[in-house]
């Protein structure tokens, strides 16, 4: 291989490396103004707690807290 087509190569690969430098994230999330516990339409869906009341920063607490301790291993299995 020649010495110009050696630097070509090297050229070429640079460029492809700092052309994946570049790319945007895929799934960059949107800083949303309103609290999380507002963010729900106002009729139950598939998507939202049974117990949980749009707009009501309790129960969603609530709702996180009850989601948490069902996923707790300690207090799920009794010894």
């Not at 869906?45 to 301790?69: C, I, M, V, Y």
Request: charged share 20%.
């Amino acid at each position: 291989m020649t010495k110009r087509a050696t630097t070509a190569l090297v050229l070429c690969g640079a460029a492809l490396a700092l052309a994946g430098c570049g790319e945007k994230m895929a799934g960059a999330v949107k800083k949303m103004d309103t609290p999380a516990y507002q963010g729900a339409p106002a009729e139950p869906s598939a998507f939202t707690a049974s117990g949980w009341k749009p707009g009501d920063r309790n129960s969603w607490e609530q709702e996180l807290r009850h989601r948490t301790q069902t996923q707790n291993e300690y207090v799920r299995i009794q010894p």
